[in-house]
Structures are given as C-alpha cells and as structure tokens.
C-alpha cells in the first residue's frame, strides 16, 4: 500500500468520526431542546400537591371529585395494587392526568402542556389507568337489591304502588342513580333494541334479570315483554303533551307516569355526560379503548355517588340539572291526579299468570281508578 492510499483511509476514517460527532450533537440539541419545550415553573409534582393542598374548588373542577374523594379513590388504587407509581410519576398524578382528559375531554395535547410531561407519557398513563378502572366494573356496576321497593318510588303518590315491581330503566340506571349494568362496545348506529336482544341472549354478557314480579321500564322503542314495561305506542305520554291534552284518557295517564319515572331515572346519564364531557365527544383511540371509556367512567360516576360531599358540589355547580327535564315534573306533588295509597295495593307486582301486556293494561286501570277515586 502506498503513501496515497494510506493518506486517503485516515481521510475517510477523519469523516466518519465527524459525522458520528455531529449525529451525536445533534440528537443531543434535539433532547435538549425537548427539554426546554416543557419549561413550566410548576412541574408535574408541583401541580399535584397545588391540587391537593389548594382551594377545594379547584380539584374538583380538575378531577370531578372533592378532595377527600380522590384520596380516598387514589389509596384504593395503590392499595390494591391496581395502579403502583413509578420513578417519575406518582399514582396521583397518573389518576389526575386520566381524570383531566376524560372530565374535561382534553386532548394529547392540552394534557402535555397542563402536566409537563412528553405525548408518550401522557398517552401510556391515559391507557394503564382506563384498563385499571375498567377491570373494577365488576365491583363497581352492581345490580341493586331487586327485592326492596326504592323510596324515589315508595314515597311517590305517582309512583306507587302502580310501579313498585320497578328495578330500573333499561338505559342501564338503577332508581338509585348509579350504573347497575354496562355492555359497551357496538356501534353508536345500532338500533337500542338489537342491543338488548343481543344483551340478554348471550349468557356470557351477565345481564341482571331481575326476579319475578320485578321488572324494567323501557321506551317505546322496546317490545312490552318479558321483563320490559313499555308505554303505549301511538299514545301521547311526554310531560308536556299530557298536560296539554288534560290527561283524561287513561293509556295517557299510564304513559305521563311512565315517563315520568323514566325521566328521574335517565336524568343519570344527563349527569354522566357534563362529569365525563369525552363521552360526548370520543377522541381518535383505538375500538378497545373507546369501549372501555365508558365503563371507565360508569365505575367513576358510582363511586362518586359514593361521596355526599360530590354529589353536593354536583347541586352546585349545576352537574345535577338534566337539560330535559324540569324539576317539577320530578316532584312528588306536581301530578294533580296522584293519590295518597298507603300500603294498600302491594299486590302490583307481576303475577306468574299474567303477560306484560295484561299487566300494564292492569297497571293502567289502577292507576285510572286511583285517579278519579
């Protein structure tokens, strides 16, 4: 080998040290400048202990709950093992970025600049907490004790005892106001009824049918059978339409009851929507994780039923208004033809002889009778 040749291998060796050094330098500008994008005063730690030591309103327009709510739910959490912190990022933290994106409907985005932290992490964190609250749907979404009569109903003159077989509205809320069953996962164009048909056919999806005598009410999009009250079809029964048209009929006055307590029973899902604003309007996730948001944030909404204190925040901040329905149409008064019953007529659950159909026609003379008594 010659002096050339020679001369020329340390050029090319000279030239790759300099693009190595250069690639180097380079991918560490790029960190650093990664670095400086999230240059808040306030780091992520910061923010937490600002929430959780600040004024009272502030974490639950964070969070959606008090205070004393989130640390109680936050222990659970890392008690349980269900979520456990990490070298960077506590189980508080993790818990108030998910509950950010879901109760505000944030974006990637908005929940980087607000937590400081890179896209990667605030997306790793959204899904470990979302399958963590997911897999306690089965401690959390619970079918109520279907054999006591609920006092919504029990110390209604409307209500009872023409609707004391009631367990809940087919929706998916129990009278209680809190989520007894959830089958999340078809399509938003899905016809209500193909759903149920597909929820209590299959063994394996755990509908809670409830005993006999007991009974869900439904809308008219359902078939009157089985266990599924319906109203008549073809018969005015919305709130408005019945006081317009005086309400003398009597599949009328069944249908205005009927109604009625459905109102107070879907007024749940009105609230569950302002809590979790993502359920209106569900981002870019994969299939799995958009029908696992809702089960999410069902576990949430029961829990937080849990709490006196956020469900008294919820009055305040107006989260327990539904936007249609007027607070007197709940009252247990505002019905002119209600009566007072007593414990007469415990005999209004479903007898093992009779269809639905001759129940509600039943059901229907009761309350007419009762009416003009």
Known sequence: ???????????????????????????????????????????????????????????????????????????????????????????????????????????????????????????????????????????????????????????????????????????????????????????????????????ISEPQNGFPFPPPGKYYLVDSGYANRGCFLAPYRGTNYHLRDRRRLGGDRKKEQFNYRHASLRNAIERTFGIWKRRFPILRSMHQFPLDKQAMIPVACAVLHNFIRMDPASVAQDHVSGDEDDDDASSEDDSVDADPDGVDVGESSSHLNIPQDMDMGAFRDYVTNCIHEGSSG
């Not at 080998?1 to 001369?7: K, L, P, V, Y």
């Open 1 to 199: 080998m010659d002096a050339g040749d020679s001369n020329n291998g340390d050029s090319f060796e000279d030239l790759s040290f300099w693009w190595v050094f250069f690639g180097m330098f380079y991918q560490l500008l790029k960190k650093r400048q990664r670095a400086i994008r999230y240059n808040s005063i306030l780091t992520a730690d910061d923010r937490v202990t600002e929430f959780l030591h600040g004024h009272w309103e502030r974490i639950f327009n964070r969070t959606r709950m008090t205070r004393d709510c989130f640390v109680r739910f936050s222990s659970i959490m890392e008690q349980t093992g269900r979520l456990t912190p990490s070298r960077a990022v506590s189980v508080e933290e993790q818990l108030m970025i998910f509950l950010f994106v879901v109760g505000h409907g944030a974006s990637n985005r908005d929940a980087q600049e607000t937590w400081q932290r890179s896209g990667s992490t605030i997306s790793k964190y959204f899904g470990i907490v979302l399958e963590a609250i997911f897999n306690m749907s089965g401690e959390y979404i619970r079918p109520p004790d279907m054999n006591n009569v609920h006092h919504t109903i029990r110390y209604s003159n409307r209500f009872f005892p023409y609707f004391q077989g009631c367990v809940g509205a087919i929706d998916g809320t129990h009278v209680s106001a809190c989520f007894t069953y959830m089958l999340s996962g078809w399509e938003g164009s899905a016809h209500d009824a193909r759903v149920l048909e597909h929820a």
